[in-house]
């Protein structure tokens, strides 16, 4: 049996699960807390640990153009139990990496229920272990007890809202309107689509606009995250938004009208590996259900959609990461209390999971050895994304964000504009190796 004392992870999300997996495989005993299924959140819907709650997709996966594609392939060499469960249950999507929601998030909970040296503890952590090191992986959706310790601890907290895609049974898509092809074939037959001429697509803008809207239980403004727009917000920005955003049809050639480019086209992408759930890409809403079912039903091909899930609307919270965090993702004068995941302010799935590993690599280094060693390169994906929420220069304008080759370090020479992310991406897998021979 380990003499050494376990460290307690409040969270099973994609964030705590992996940090917990990371420790594990390093000889560190692990208590992970998940309050599901007793007590829920306005977005879950299973106690399964690192549930997807908003879209099946993971994004691209290609390291030489997208940075996301890149984390994933650092994450990789790091044996990241998100990214195994992720490759098992990969799902035809173009360039992207989508899975099969329900088993991606069965297989990492078996992972983890089977691990030795983790204990699945299924109760609310309300604050920090009295003894020994916690980690916050509590996510954006944290319980009200745990979040009255943070607001008490910290100060008052950040905020934005997400909101979540419909998702739309197979059987109930009318494919004599619509068809398979995803953009200039990449990846094949990966996306539904669902054409509208300019009049449709006119009439659908009007109706986003006048559609009655959920009223919010807040005491703030709304602050949305970017990168996750409603779509009724999304065309207040202008008519045109849309069709340049997630209804843009290049690259699409409808078959019914002799391969026709449509005005506008409305894309579904696979969500489970049967094949009978496809959700609405980019059509994340804050309409009521039953505005939803009236406007989604205007669009060519789905007049007579099954909706398995309707959009919904979210309060996630966050830290002033930079400005509480050191650069190992403790919190400034209290170092046995670590963060990890979208609460720190990290947007997006592949990014909650890659802070859990940093997290988890960094706890596992001050049990082992007594010290945290040297932080992974700037240059890299993972560096990158831990100097964004843990620079201090960062606190007074921080907003969560994706990893983004924004983020990075210019290249040393000159290189050309369109072999500039390539060579990023070369050098950060480079430095990577690297620093993984000093640290195995």
């Given at each position: 049996?380990?003499?050494?004392?376990?460290?307690?992870?409040i969270?099973?999300?994609?964030?705590g699960?992996?940090?917990?997996?990371?420790?594990?495989q390093?000889?560190v005993?692990?208590?992970?807390?998940?309050m599901?299924p007793?007590?829920t959140t306005p977005a879950?819907?299973?106690?399964h640990?690192?549930?997807?709650?908003?879209?099946?997709?993971l994004?691209s996966?290609?390291?030489?153009?997208?940075?996301?594609?890149?984390l994933?392939?650092e994450?990789?060499?790091l044996d990241?139990v998100?990214m195994?469960?992720a490759d098992r249950h990969?799902?035809?999507a173009?360039?992207?990496?989508a899975?099969?929601r329900?088993?991606?998030?069965?297989?990492?909970?078996?992972q983890?229920?089977?691990?030795p040296?983790?204990?699945?503890r299924?109760q609310?952590?309300q604050e920090?272990a009295?003894?020994?090191?916690?980690l916050?992986a509590s996510?954006p959706?944290?319980?009200p007890?745990?979040?009255?310790?943070?607001?008490?601890?910290?100060?008052?907290q950040?905020?934005?809202y997400?909101?979540?895609?419909?998702?739309?049974s197979?059987?109930?898509?009318?494919?004599?309107?619509?068809?398979k092809?995803?953009?200039?074939?990449?990846?094949g037959?990966?996306?539904?689509?669902?054409p509208?001429?300019k009049a449709?697509?006119e009439?659908f803008i009007d109706?986003?606009?006048n559609g009655?809207q959920?009223?919010?239980?807040s005491?703030?403004?709304?602050q949305?995250?970017?990168?996750c727009?409603?779509?009724?917000v999304?065309?207040?920005?202008?008519?045109?938004?849309l069709?340049f955003?997630p209804?843009k049809?290049?690259?699409?050639f409808n078959?019914?009208q002799g391969?026709?480019t449509?005005?506008?086209v409305v894309?579904?992408?696979q969500?489970?590996?049967?094949g009978t759930?496809?959700n609405m890409?980019?059509?994340?809403?804050?309409?009521?259900w039953p505005?939803q079912?009236t406007?989604?039903?205007?669009i060519p091909?789905?007049e007579?959609a099954?909706?398995?899930?309707?959009?919904?609307?979210?309060?996630n919270?966050?830290?002033?990461s930079?400005?509480?965090?050191t650069?190992?993702?403790?919190?400034?004068?209290?170092?046995?209390?670590?963060?990890?995941g979208?609460?720190?302010g990290?947007?997006g799935?592949?990014?909650s999971?890659?802070?859990?590993?940093l997290?988890g690599?960094?706890?596992?280094?001050q049990?082992l050895?007594?010290?945290?060693n040297d932080?992974?390169p700037?240059?890299?994906?993972l560096?990158a994304?831990l100097?964004h929420?843990?620079?201090?220069?960062?606190?007074?304008?921080?907003?969560p964000m994706n990893?983004?080759?924004g983020l990075?370090?210019?290249?040393p020479?000159?290189?050309r504009k369109m072999d500039r992310?390539a060579?990023l991406s070369?050098?950060?897998l480079?430095?990577?190796q690297?620093?993984i021979?000093k640290?195995?």
């Amino acid at each position: 049996m380990s003499t050494i004392a376990p460290v307690h992870v409040i969270g099973a999300g994609l964030a705590g699960s992996e940090a917990a997996w990371q420790l594990a495989q390093r000889g560190v005993p692990v208590h992970l807390y998940e309050m599901r299924p007793e007590q829920t959140t306005p977005a879950h819907q299973t106690g399964h640990c690192a549930e997807l709650v908003c879209s099946n997709s993971l994004r691209s996966d290609d390291p030489q153009r997208n940075a996301v594609g890149l984390l994933h392939q650092e994450m990789r060499l790091l044996d990241s139990v998100i990214m195994m469960a992720a490759d098992r249950h990969r799902l035809p999507a173009g360039g992207a990496l989508a899975v099969d929601r329900e088993g991606f998030s069965a297989w990492i909970s078996e992972q983890v229920h089977n691990h030795p040296l983790i204990q699945l503890r299924r109760q609310e952590m309300q604050e920090p272990a009295q003894e020994g090191i916690t980690l916050i992986a509590s996510g954006p959706l944290t319980s009200p007890a745990l979040s009255h310790w943070l607001e008490n601890r910290l100060g008052p907290q950040l905020s934005f809202y997400d909101a979540l895609a419909p998702i739309v049974s197979y059987d109930s898509i009318d494919f004599g309107q619509c068809w398979k092809q995803s953009r200039y074939d990449k990846g094949g037959d990966d996306y539904i689509n669902c054409p509208m001429n300019k009049a449709q697509y006119e009439t659908f803008i009007d109706a986003l606009l006048n559609g009655e809207q959920t009223p919010l239980k807040s005491f703030e403004a709304i602050q949305y995250f970017e990168g996750c727009l409603p779509i009724e917000v999304m065309a207040t920005r202008g008519r045109e938004t849309l069709r340049f955003g997630p209804m843009k049809p290049v690259g699409l050639f409808n078959p019914h009208q002799g391969g026709k480019t449509p005005h506008a086209v409305v894309q579904l992408r696979q969500d489970n590996q049967l094949g009978t759930l496809w959700n609405m890409v980019g059509f994340q809403t804050k309409l009521t259900w039953p505005a939803q079912r009236t406007i989604f039903r205007t669009i060519p091909g789905l007049e007579q959609a099954e909706f398995l899930r309707l959009g919904a609307i979210h309060r996630n919270l966050f830290i002033n990461s930079p400005r509480l965090l050191t650069p190992h993702l403790s919190l400034q004068g209290q170092e046995n209390v670590f963060f990890a995941g979208q609460i720190t302010g990290v947007e997006g799935y592949v990014e909650s999971a890659a802070s859990g590993l940093l997290a988890g690599h960094f706890i596992a280094q001050q049990v082992l050895h007594g010290q945290i060693n040297d932080l992974p390169p700037a240059t890299t994906a993972l560096g990158a994304l831990l100097a964004h929420v843990t620079s201090g220069a960062n606190a007074a304008t921080f907003q969560p964000m994706n990893v983004n080759f924004g983020l990075f370090p210019e290249l040393p020479h000159s290189t050309r504009k369109m072999d500039r992310k390539a060579a990023l991406s070369q050098r950060a897998l480079q430095d990577l190796q690297q620093w993984i021979g000093k640290n195995a």
